[in-house]
C-alpha cells in the first residue's frame, strides 16, 4: 500500500521560500497523480495543486499561481512543492496525497493520505 510522508515544513518570514517533500514508499509513484493539500485551522481544507506522474500535466490553485511550484522525481520516488513569496495566508497544515485518477486530486479526493506538515509564515 502506499505511503506518502511529508517533510520540509517550518516557520518563515513573509517573502520567504520553503521546499516540501513527499516521499512514498510500498509502491512507485508512477502513474498517479500527486497533489498538495492546506488546511489552516478554522477554515476548510483547500487545494494547493496537482501534478499526473503519466505526462506532467499540473494543476494550480489561483492563490498560488506564479509563487508555487510542484514537481516530482520519479528515481527518488518524491513530489515536491516550492513555495516562494510567502505570505502569511499561506500558513498552514499541508498533506500531499494520491490517486490513480488526476480527476480525484481535482476533485480533493485522492485516496492515499500523508500526516501534514506545518508551515508558519510570519514576521
Known amino acids: 500500500q502506499l505511503q506518502l510522508v511529508e517533510s520540509g515544513g517550518g516557520s518563515v518570514q513573509p517573502g520567504g521560500s520553503l521546499r516540501l517533500s513527499c516521499a512514498a514508499s510500498?509502491?512507485?509513484?508512477?502513474?498517479?497523480?500527486i497533489g498538495w493539500f492546506r488546511q489552516a485551522p478554522g477554515k476548510e481544507r483547500e487545494g494547493v495543486s496537482c501534478?499526473?506522474?503519466?505526462?506532467?500535466?499540473?494543476y494550480y490553485a489561483d492563490s498560488v499561481k506564479g509563487r508555487f511550484t510542484i514537481s516530482g522525481d520519479n528515481a527518488k520516488n518524491t513530489v515536491y512543492l516550492q513555495m516562494n513569496s510567502l505570505k502569511p495566508e499561506d500558513t498552514a497544515v499541508y498533506y500531499c496525497?494520491?490517486?490513480?485518477?488526476?480527476?480525484?486530486?481535482?476533485?480533493?479526493?485522492?485516496?492515499?493520505w500523508g500526516q501534514g506538515t506545518q508551515v508558519t509564515v510570519s514576521s
Open positions: 496525497a494520491a490517486d490513480l485518477r488526476f480527476m480525484r486530486c481535482l476533485s480533493q479526493t485522492p485516496r492515499y
Open positions: 510500498g509502491s512507485t509513484l508512477n502513474y498517479y497523480a
Open positions: 501534478i499526473s506522474t503519466s505526462d506532467g500535466s499540473t
